[in-house]
């Protein structure tokens, strides 16, 4: 399983973005599939997450702001990053847990990471 995510680059404070990230290769199932970001010097953290049948969770600091969302068909997340601030900036990592058709073993598998710069 590879997860491509996609969809960073640099933004003024108050705008948006949308990132992708799409789980690739022999899934049988996807359980979950979520954000994380780590800025410079600081923890990975989550940004939010959502299940396959579509409930959601996410960090204080981006509620009402950023909205994640999941085509099972696809098998892809995507996080909608609206009101951008300076402190929004960081790498952000897709992270998906599921079950691998091969076998049937379960997976839990991190994208690489894409940069978010925020900044006017």
């Known amino acids: 399983v590879q997860l491509q995510a996609s969809g960073g680059g640099l933004v003024q404070p108050g705008g948006s973005l949308r990132l992708s990230c799409a789980a690739l290769?022999?899934?049988?199932?996807?359980?979950?599939m979520a954000w994380y970001r780590q800025a410079q010097g600081r923890q990975r953290d989550l940004v939010a997450s959502?299940?396959?049948?579509?409930?959601?969770n996410y960090a204080d600091s981006v509620k009402g702001r950023f909205t994640i969302s999941i085509d099972n068909a696809k098998n892809t997340v995507y996080l909608h990053m609206a009101s951008l601030k300076p402190e929004d900036t960081a790498v952000y990592y897709c992270?998906?847990?599921?079950?691998?058709?091969?076998?049937?073993?379960?997976?839990?598998?991190w994208g690489q990471g894409t940069l978010v710069t925020v900044s006017s």
């Open positions: 992270k998906s847990t599921g079950t691998i058709r091969t076998h049937f073993v379960p997976y839990n598998y």
């Open positions: 290769g022999n899934i049988f199932s996807i359980n979950d």
């Open positions: 959502i299940t396959s049948g579509g409930s959601t």
